[in-house]
DNA sequence: CGGGATCGAGTTACCGGTAACCTAGAGGGG
DNA sequence: CCCCTCTAGGTTACCGGTAACTCGATCCCG
């Protein structure tokens, strides 16, 4: 399946001998220098067709001391969300002739934490992303001297961002939308609650019930890990006796979970209990009943990371930043005026 | 976040000046060398210490023209299975001391797949991936003079692998499931055909048709896009009335969405029609009814196509080559005995 | 006790680019 | 018409490692 000629890769000085020029005329051709006479600018310009040269990465790094990659610490748990988020950045780093490394992080093993950043810190790197870390992992990095611009994206908002996280939006939403239904009585089941955008979503939640006509009240928040079979066992176990018409689950697949455990239990969805889920993942509109949720911009807020990632280093801002499209409201089949 | 001291950081010069010794003891040093004599052993390990030293890879990579990194193609489409495969391949990689920079492809931009491929070319990889690709990606992929070892994960066996592909032994093993149920009419909705482990799937329902008792049928084919919405179309059209009672479905996600649209139809499964997908993904086990399907195990797939690429380059091969565990059958409640 | 093998460490060149400096002409203004 | 500036291109040094060669000190053995 590969393919090789006689020997090395072509390097600028085989341009520069084949077309008759200096090295240092190839490399500022190969920058796009604009001060090249037409002649000589052919002359090199076919060179490096006939040749099919193609710069060294890292001989370029090590001369700029700038590197040609994002470093991307992504969490193991590969759930949809995380994946989109990178796919996003992926598409944008590239767009910006970066590639991104990334480094799948087992969230359980501090010593594997402590290397993969080792690994990453090399200083070859544009920049560091930290995609949807857990508290454990933003410690991990905190610690690290980092010799490049870290971005970690938390989802949380920090540093006093303009921006209200997409979280905080369509957490929001959902309430609104479940108490515009004229559900009274809420139960949560949240993310881990060492994942920030998992206490994001609880906290918006907690104020929302706050800010609602005060008969609204929370009949309990319990904790899954994202997955479904954890959000089977949570409503599996959750009371049923206490009037509760609406569940508040935070994401798609503990959603679907959920949803199994209440037909197990004999609850109709939605006419007992109206369920709402979080991420508005493609599959959500299959499950029966369809789910209610919250559809966010994934693959925008994963490029959007890369951009704020290289407005920090010296490079120039992107010309047209990416904006992640607002979170929205997807309205299914499992929402529902309460005894409807 | 980041966090500088003066300046650069520090190279081997400054560790060898600090240690009083050349920079090549140091570079010894870090390589793990055995010829050096303890006190100038501690002296250096100190240094390295004290500086917090970190080998460049640019550099190193430089010099040995031997990159430290694996270029991984994905197909744009990041469903659940090409993510498993990346994250098995990630943690491989890393154990064996490299990183893995993603490029994700947008398969229906010919010119984005080559622009693709030359920026992973362009840069100084050890080696090349290509998870699950479509064949106009393998195609691209085909015409590129790589410089590096390239190994295409094409779930297909290659050049008569010794090792059957999963699909068709999973597929095999779905059949040989219905058969046994007593189903005898079947009908398949397979994934898209441009992709080899699709083909690789159809191909195995349609030997497995051959080969059990010459009364099984297929009532015929038709292809989704492996998302839930196609696999809703797809079974909202297909025949009813040619006798069908075993529906196979190439994914899971396609198979949800077959689910939604046979209760749509009111075609009670598996009471009149028994339905498999393809791949295990957990959530499976909470569709309703609970799917059965062909577990893989996606991330020894991804471990094991490095442990192939890494043994194509001189590197020593792995010491311990992963191997993926075999497909595995989970029965859940959507089959069942025709007429059940 | 002398000569070759071995060991530990230093010196130098080189990987393939970029940056800074330098130079020979061309063009322009007083 | 001369001097200055600007332009196009060449020269040289350097980025931070590795590899190859060198050299002095031991060590071993006849």
């Known amino acids: 399946m590969s393919n090789e000629s006689k020997g090395r890769p072509p390097t600028i ?18 920058k796009g220098h604009t001060n090249i006479r037409p002649e000589i600018r052919d002359r090199v310009e076919s060179a490096v067709k006939a040749l099919d ?5 890292a001989a370029r790094a090590l001369a700029t001391s700038r590197g040609n990659r994002i470093g991307a610490l992504v969490y193991e748990l590969m759930e949809v969300g995380p994946n989109k988020i990178i796919h996003g950045a992926s598409i944008r780093a590239r767009e910006a002739g970066y590639l991104l490394d990334i480094v799948s992080l087992d969230p359980n093993d501090d010593a594997a934490i402590v290397q993969a950043i080792g690994l990453i810190n090399q200083h070859d790197l544009a920049g560091v992303m930290v995609f949807a870390p857990t508290d454990r992992v933003i410690d991990a990095v905190g610690r690290v001297r980092f010799t490049v611009p870290v971005h970690v994206e938390s989802d ?8 209200p996280a997409a979280n905080e939006v369509g957490a929001g939403m959902l309430m609104d939308h479940l108490a515009a239904l004229g559900h009274r009585r809420f139960f949560q089941i949240a993310g881990p609650p060492d994942w920030p955008s998992a206490r994001a979503r609880a906290a918006a939640y907690d104020s929302a019930l706050e800010n609602l006509a005060d008969t609204t009240t929370s009949a309990g928040t319990v904790h899954g890990d994202w997955t479904a079979a954890s959000g089977y066992r949570a409503a599996m176990e959750m009371p049923l006796d206490a009037g509760v018409t609406a569940l508040v689950v935070g994401n798609d ?9 209440l037909g197990e239990r004999g609850v109709r969805v939605p006419n007992e209990v109206s369920v709402v889920g979080f991420d508005g993942i493609p599959e959500s509109e299959f499950y029966r009943p369809s789910l209610t949720t919250i559809r966010l911009d994934l693959e925008g807020l ?3 990371a890369i951009d704020r990632l290289l407005s920090m280093g010296v490079e120039a801002a992107a010309p047209t930043p990416a904006v992640p499209a607002p979170p929205r409201l997807i309205v299914g089949h499992s929402t529902a005026a309460p005894g409807a």
């Open 13 to 30: 000085y085989d341009v520069a001998a084949l077309a008759g020029v200096s090295h240092q005329t190839v490399s500022r051709f190969v």
């Open 53 to 57: 040269y193609k710069p060294n990465g």
């Open 156 to 163: 949380m908002p920090p540093q006093g961002s303009a921006t």
């Open 253 to 261: 697949q503990m959603a679907l979970g959920a949803l199994a455990a």
């Open 302 to 304: 994963g490029a959007s």
